[in-house]
């Protein structure tokens, strides 16, 4: 059997985008983090927002030794004119940032509701709108909204998520068609479940739904629909949207760059 090759990760080469401004959400852990790394790696000055001061403060050495560099900026997506003014004089734009509760729709907090559209709808649209002055100025910019395979397809008890990641899908694609003549380019990359601490959150929530163990929740819920019977890592997401900024994604724009294992291939 074939070894398998090693992932990518923050050194991985091939990529420069040493003089332009990124922009990460969700930055401090997961797949946030290792985008920042990514394209610090690539040379960009990277712009790390979060509401966890300790997860950003942890970036500082991971990013020490890389080309570009690395600002912290702690942040709740909740206050929206913050988010707006963030994203001013960015190049390129990760909308990330996310949050998850499982719960029947009969049971689904209508204020947990709000605000996850306010974190993964709301926020990325005000991020786009700030971001894009500098964009269309310089003439061109790339937006990557992390969406997800449920951007794609539902999963019962995820209402507000599933609605949210769909929504990001529209708001994507009309960024696409917006952007095409100033040099901007819009696109999402739709994971599966990934390694990071919000899928693991989910495994007690996931139980209690379906009224099973937690170590069966991963086998028979989770991966259920994917064809591999694993998780994906955040480096290999980071590498997807290191693709997304690159001189060889520049047709690529308004869609979704699918990395679900072969879920949607049902």
């Known amino acids: 059997m ?19 401004t990124a922009l990460v959400t969700g930055a401090a852990g997961g797949i946030g983090r290792a985008c920042v790394l990514r394209l610090a790696a690539a040379g960009a000055k990277v712009r790390a927002v979060d509401r966890d001061a300790a997860g950003l403060t942890a970036l500082a050495e991971p ?19 913050a988010a707006e003014h963030v994203a001013a004089g960015t190049d390129i734009l990760v909308n990330n940032a996310g949050i998850q509760l499982v719960r029947p ?11 996850v559209l ?4 709301e926020a990325p649209f005000r991020l786009i709108r700030g971001a894009l002055p500098h964009m269309y100025g310089q003439g061109w910019g790339r937006i990557v909204n992390i969406s997800s395979v449920h951007g794609l397809r539902a999963s019962a008890y995820k209402s507000a998520y599933v609605a949210a990641k769909h ?7 009309t960024a696409a068609l917006e952007g095409a003549a100033h040099g901007v380019t819009s ?9 990071t601490p919000l899928v693991e959150r989910q ?16 086998s028979e819920v989770m991966l259920q629909d ?30 979704s760059l699918v990395l679900d294992g072969g879920w949607t291939a049902h």
């Open 2 to 20: 074939t070894a398998p090759r090693p992932l990518p990760g923050p050194h991985a080469p091939s990529l420069d985008l040493g003089g332009r």
């Open 118 to 121: 306010t974190v993964m709808l």
């Open 187 to 195: 696109n999402c990359v739709n994971p599966g479940y990934v390694r």
């Open 226 to 255: 994917s064809a591999l019977k694993r998780l994906i890592e955040p480096e290999e997401v980071a590498e997807a949207v290191a693709y997304l900024c690159g001189p060889h994604a520049s047709f690529v724009t308004g869609t």
């Open 167 to 173: 929504g990001l899908e529209g708001l994507s694609k």
């Open 203 to 218: 495994l007690a929530d996931q139980a209690a739904a379906h009224g099973i163990p937690e170590e069966r929740v991963l």
């Open 63 to 81: 990013a020490a030794s890389l080309p570009g560099t690395v600002e912290s900026h702690v942040l709740d997506l909740t206050d929206l004119d």
């Open 105 to 115: 729709i009969e049971e689904f907090p209508p204020e947990a509701f709000h605000t």
